[in-house]
Nanobody, 126 residues
Framework: QVQLVESGGGLVQAGGSLRLSCAAS????????MGWFRQAPGKERKFVAA????????YYEDSVKGRFTISRDKAKNTVYLQMDTLEPEDTAVYYC???????????????????WGQGTQVTVSS
């Protein structure tokens, strides 16, 4: 059972930056894929970014490419989401998620991830 704890959300002005962290309890996650999703009020949860823990390959949703960066620190068992040039449309609850990666994994589908954090609020003011 993997436990995920997010931190780093908050209120920021448009154009600003935030870094989200997701600490994983399980140390045998070398075969995992870690994802970030977000859910705005009244909307469905959507994929933001993912990283393959072992080899570091990254994937992004089109609207965040060039602004957000996902990374991981193996020593700290932590995945990060660096968010730059934030826009009001980025306002949402951000969730960290984990799944055992296989070549059949669909990284952009939230239902593929069995493990989830509690979420952290990100609010971008205009």
């Amino acid at each position: 059972q993997v436990q995920l704890v997010e931190s780093g959300g908050g209120l920021v002005q448009a154009g600003g930056s935030l870094r989200l962290s997701c600490a994983a309890s399980e140390r045998t996650i070398s075969s995992y894929a870690m994802g970030w999703f977000r859910q705005a009020p009244g909307k469905e949860r959507k994929f933001v970014a993912a990283i393959l823990w072992n080899i570091g390959i990254t994937y992004y949703e089109d609207s965040v490419k060039g602004r957000f960066t996902i990374s991981r620190d193996k020593a700290k068992n932590t995945v990060y989401l660096q968010m730059d040039t934030l826009e009001p449309e980025d306002t949402a609850v951000y969730y960290c998620a984990a799944q055992t990666f296989t070549f059949a994994s669909r990284l952009m589908k939230d239902y593929e991830y069995p493990y989830w954090g509690q979420g952290t609020q990100v609010t971008v003011s205009s």
